[in-house]
């Protein structure tokens, strides 16, 4: 279609007759730094643009999961590089608990809101002074011990049946650092090391729990002592990854669920947690709930609350962090499911893959971190809420089963 | 609490023992290409980041509301600018309906993937297009006329009862360009523009319809076919301007809804719009349905998607463009209440007003665009959704009030 005659051309050539622009003014904002590049932090810019909020990131590497907010890109084990950063945002924050202490606490001495702070973080950063922890607040925990030698590994094995779970103190994840052992020399590779280390350090043995399943509870808290909760999950892992996540966790009875939202706020208020916490625990066959771990910052079992919750935990996060009133945590639908995706396809690309996906299962929520394909390596997650569990269930799996080969 | 004597020091200089690091190798990613660095544009980066699309921003000006992915900033209605941007992308796609036809026509004469296209965009570039657009699809129009000179606008007005509104065809949006008149002499200066221009332009002249409330129909259609409907929602304008929007809209009988569906699909297959379009409707005091205004973008009137519907019109709109498979449409809640944040407080900041809005309705969902607070400017949006419309639209309001002075 042409104009007609007499109609002027679209005159494309003229500015617009009131381009909106951003006066050039400061406005008074907001601003998050997140030390780590990783998924956690990527996800947590989304509620951040939401809610008007600056959010910068510090990133160990460039092209990483957050790099869209990546203002820098250092090693967070260096103090000026973590000062520097610290300078440009009015909090700090995480998406890992690696920053050493000798770090966190001279930014807390200049003044730099940081949280969790390195008081709670050590917690999160050492499992023996975790469970030191939580053993003072009375929090139930496994039956534990911190090992220095085979001598005294194998006491503890001979007092439980000859078999227990020793965990290195440091650096362990997603299953790394964690074996089951029966003999005090399933681990001597470990010991020699501490020996090597020269610290004098020890390892965490714990009783081998015999348990029905893993929940996990969060909570977030605010400085100022603000808590919210979100439902008690139940986690699958799947060779010590988290495979998928139940939300809330089906069959809980009431007593159950109280116990976790009792025991999630006793650890937060106890270690004084700020932002979001995550409290794995083992339902035993004998009915009773035991902490397994912690983690002080937004959590793979949480990732649900993206799409199934009023306040996802990355928002809560950075409510939290900012000292800000935490929102409402209650569930959009009755389920959701969340499937990990991980190691990614082998035969294509996700690109390739994305389409098949979305087509198969519109209502699914796909979330992909921007992270290249390896195995094992949690490259997304897929959400799919409902009123039917089995259903839910079935749909979330389906999709998360195109990203595999 | 001190480690306990024969427990190492947090080992605070060891790095931790693997660090998840993205291999350097590129992997294969969508790229959606954004002109124009507006809050629309901001709302398409969090979808973006969730689906694992890169999204860049081409950006009028420095600190824009989508400055967190302008990878630009420059001139879109230079030619050399906007293709040098499109070289980065995969598709190009718009904040806006600003850029010059013949700017875009180049582009897809250059072989760059442009959703919406110049040949559906001239139809929401120029209000006369528009209405022979539309008029040609059959669908139902106010009277309209194409009018050059006071004595064509007068021959229109006697026709219609002695009123009539009266649209300048670029350039109008938020009620600007917009006129109801009594009189020829009411848009003296327009036509005088119109002369002084030179190119016989003309002016829009309308029927003043007699309407019982506006609605607005969002469609989203994908290049090679595949449309989805949210339900048609009621929106509420003050000076011209958006304030208000109920989804669904309340009360609509089912044939109501059709009929808006209808008109939607026809016009998003008839003018081949690719992308999200918005349909303005007239709801007239006789029972008819009656198309106001086109946009080919997300729109004011979907704002409330991004928290009430299974996926949003940002996010609709980037799977559209990208011609991936479109997401379900439904309501996450019967009710979804959005309120536009207009102006801002005048004796405070922005991130003072936050918390106290936060604490008052936790259950409400705050945008703010990262926009200084000027009078009528738009500079973010509240949203609730839930059970009960009175209770939705009382929180929405009172967690939107915050922001007003």
Known sequence: M?????RSAPAADRP?????????????????GVVGGGQLARMMIPPAIELGIVIRVLAEDEGMAAQIAATQVGDYRDLDTVLAFAETVDVVTFDHEHVPQTVLRELVARGVAVHPGPDALQYAQDKIRMREGLTALGVPVPDWAAVTDAAGLQAFLDDHGGAAVVKTARGGYDGKGVRVVRSASDVEDWFAALDEDGRGGALLVEELVSFRRELAQLVARRPSG????????????????????FAPAPGAAERLAEMAARIGLQIAEGLGVTGVLAVE??????????????AMRPHNSGHWSIDGSTTSQF???????????LGATGVREPWAVMINVLGGPETATLDERLPLALADQPEAKVHLYGKSPRPGRKIGHVTVTGDDLDDVTYRARAAAAFFRD
Chains 1, 2 share one sequence.
């Open 226 to 245: 603000e808590t919210t909760l979100w439902p008690v999950v139940e986690t699958v892992q799947q060779d010590g990854v988290c495979a998928e996540v």
């Open 2 to 6: 042409r104009p007609p005659p007499g």
């Open 16 to 32: 617009p007759a009131e381009t909106p622009r951003v006066a050039s003014r400061l406005v008074a904002v907001l601003r998050v």
């Open 281 to 294: 625990l083992f339902e035993t066959d004998d009915d009773r709930i035991l902490v397994n771990e912690l």
């Open 315 to 325: 928002e809560q996060h950075l409510r939290a962090v900012l000292d800000l009133p």
